[in-house]
């Protein structure tokens, strides 16, 4: 399925675009209009009325709050293919990568309920998908207005470190490769101050940007708010199928048998949003 649509393309100044490549992650004012806001708020709260086999709680059963998950829905969810085809987003990924053809890699629900202590831990998100390639970018974008202490946080320049250690969220166990196989991820949090980190408070309508590989981390929810968000993830020009071993998030059983590794992702799941001559 390929769109057609006539949105205009969001105003993204060189500057911006250097940024991006020097930093890993960017953020984008108003990308989103009051409508289309709307629309992903419908689209979370369907999601979470009815929720698909890929659905998960990240958090644990102690947690005063509740971190859930939910990947892939844009054929089942209207509102989240409607933002994925129709909304300015794939414009903003096709300016960052520099792509002339754009894809939909998957979606993703996170929501963060009033309370919850669960932090999401620094981590590339690279390493747990199927996908290899450099013209990448994923979308991350809030309902809820979203405060400094829970926003999300990126360490500027880390997507050109290459693949660090992935671990698990809830035991930071290195389930995928031998300990000593690739390098550790710094520890951040020991010492906040030795690192450039990026990150901003947020209002419906905002939208971050970021490198699959730039390395990311949030806190959890205090006190009364919701921290409700939608993610959009981008293929470019030079993404191809890159079959793993281990247990990739999302999952897509039976993909490798279609799609040989190495290729490109020539797929009904991967449509294409935007493409130029």
Known sequence: MTTTATAPVPVLDDATVEE??????????????????????RGIERNLADPSP???????????????EDFCNWQRIPEFREIAFRSRAADVAAALT?????????????????GTK???PWHQDQPYYNVDGSDNCSMWAPVDPVAA?????????????????????????????????LADLPDVEADRSRYDIRAWAMEPGDAV???????????????????????LRFLGDDMV????????SPQFDGLEEELPAGSPMQHELFPVLRETA
């Not at 053809?101 to 629900?109: G, P, S, Y």
């Open 20 to 41: 991006f490549h020097g930093t890993g992650a960017v953020v984008v004012r108003g990308l989103f209009s009051p409508d289309e806001v709307s629309t992903i708020e």
């Open 54 to 68: 890929r659905f998960k709680v990240a958090s644990s059963m102690t947690d005063p709050g509740s971190f859930v």
């Open 98 to 114: 520099g792509s002339r053809q754009v894809r939909l890699f998957h979606d993703h629900m996170l929501v963060k309920e009033p």
């Open 118 to 120: 669960q932090e999401t």
């Open 149 to 181: 202490e829970s926003t999300l946080e990126f360490l500027s320049g880390s997507h050109r470190q290459g693949w660090l250690m992935p671990r698990s969220f809830m035991t930071n166990e290195a389930k995928w490769f031998p300990e000593g196989s």
């Open 209 to 231: 940007f970021f490198h699959m590989l730039t390395l990311h981390h949030s806190y959890g929810v205090p006190g009364r708010s919701r921290r409700r968000a939608f993610s």
């Open 241 to 248: 199928h890159a079959p793993r071993h281990w247990v990739t």
